[in-house]
Nanobody, 119 residues
């Protein structure tokens, strides 16, 4: 059974940093991309970043480019999201997800971790 467990969320002041982690288990993720999404109350889920097995990455929104960095530890089956220079508009539930490379589908999701940035 595949499980994704996020951690590292919390309350931080604007300008601060947080590092989110997502530990994956239950299968081999060699041919899977791993990504981060976020969802604010009343809004649709927003794609934040994705990373493949070799470390190639992409970011979904200009608002996080230069501030957020996605990384991956293939030995630990863990994906990270380093978030710097946080802004109040970054407040959201952050979810990790994984899916087969090239499928365009996110097959498995975590439960999410709350990030709150105070002004």
């Amino acid at each position: 059974q595949v499980q994704l467990v996020e951690s590292g969320g919390g309350l931080v002041q604007a300008g601060g940093s947080l590092r989110l982690s997502c530990a994956a288990s239950g299968r081999t993720f060699r041919n899977y991309v791993m990504g981060w999404f976020r969802q604010r109350p009343g809004e649709e889920r927003e794609f934040v970043a994705v990373i493949d097995w070799s470390g190639g990455s992409a970011y979904g929104t200009n608002s996080v480019k230069g501030r957020f960095t996605i990384s991956r530890d293939n030995v630990k089956n863990t994906v990270y999201l380093q978030m710097n220079s946080l802004k109040p508009e970054d407040t959201a539930v952050y979810l990790c997800a994984t899916g087969p490379v090239g499928s365009g589908a996110w097959q498995y999701w975590g439960q999410g971790t709350q990030v709150t940035v105070s002004s």
